[in-house]
């Protein structure tokens, strides 16, 4: 069981910048940015695949160039930073997690691929 904790949501304005942060206290190999913004589906933002020798990251096309991932891996820690950040960007952003690669972007992308979920937090802009 994997338990998931995201942190460094908030206020910020048209244009600023804000960087989240996952903590997952168990092994993943694939874990994902989410965010729900009312009246619409949870979508996709950003996806980071890590194994032994490997590593990739997903970035959705709709902020793709504003948004990035990395890992800290010796803390077990996904950083979603985002950049320029719009009033559309406003939602509660989770981080999930699943222990295998489930392939492709659209994919790693996709919530109904991941197990496990934080609670959220959220970002207003």
């Known amino acids: 069981h994997v338990q998931l904790v995201e942190s460094g949501g908030g206020s910020v304005q048209s244009g600023g910048s804000l960087r989240l942060s996952c903590v997952a206290s168990g092994e993943t190999y694939c874990v994902g940015w989410f965010r729900q913004i009312p009246d619409r589906e949870r979508e996709g933002v950003a996806a980071?695949?890590?194994?032994?020798?490997?590593?990739?990251?997903s970035i959705a096309d709709p902020v793709q160039g504003r948004f990035d991932v990395s890992l800290d891996k010796a803390n077990n820690t996904l950083y979603l930073r985002m950049n320029s950040l719009k009033p559309e960007d406003t939602g509660m952003y989770f981080c999930?997690?699943?222990?295998?690669?489930?392939?492709?972007?659209?994919?790693?992308?996709?919530?109904?691929?991941?197990?496990?979920w934080g609670q959220g937090t959220q970002v207003t802009v």
């Open positions: 999930a997690a699943v222990e295998k690669d489930v392939g492709t972007k659209l994919l790693r992308l996709r919530p109904s691929s991941y197990t496990f």
């Open positions: 980071y695949y890590s194994a032994l020798v490997t590593a990739s990251s």
